[in-house]
């Protein structure tokens, strides 16, 4: 069975970085697309960033040209790179992962606040 864990987030200031790793355990072979997620509080989750098994990505307009999305194959492990955050960048970041047979599977999410 296939299982997402997420590490990194943290409390940074406007402007800052921090990058979020996604692994993967567990029947890595049916795994195809990988996502980041986030919910801020009292709003619905929302597509940060995808990313396919050969590396295709796909950005929300939001984060476009700062954040980035990465993944290593070989090491079953994804990535999300965010540069210059802003404080409504602040929410709980969610891992996901796709199989072939398009079933979901979600990381249990890492808090990322961005202060003033």
């Known amino acids: 069975q296939l299982q997402l864990v997420e590490s990194g987030g943290g409390l940074v200031q406007s402007g800052g970085s921090l990058r979020l790793t996604c692994v993967a355990s567990?029947?890595?072979?049916?795994?195809?697309?990988e996502a980041w997620y986030r919910q801020a509080p009292g709003k619905q989750r929302e597509l940060v960033a995808d990313?396919?098994?050969?590396?295709?990505?796909n950005y929300s307009d939001s984060v476009k040209g700062r954040f980035t999305i990465s993944r290593d194959n070989a090491k079953n492990l994804m990535y999300l790179q965010m540069n210059s955050l802003k404080p409504e960048d602040t929410a709980v970041y969610y891992c996901?992962?796709?199989?072939?047979?398009?079933?979901?599977?979600w990381g249990q999410g890492t808090q990322v606040t961005v202060s003033l």
């Open positions: 996901k992962g796709t199989t072939w047979n398009f079933k979901e599977v």
């Open positions: 990313i396919t098994i050969r590396g295709y990505t």
């Open positions: 567990g029947d890595i072979s049916s795994l195809n697309v």
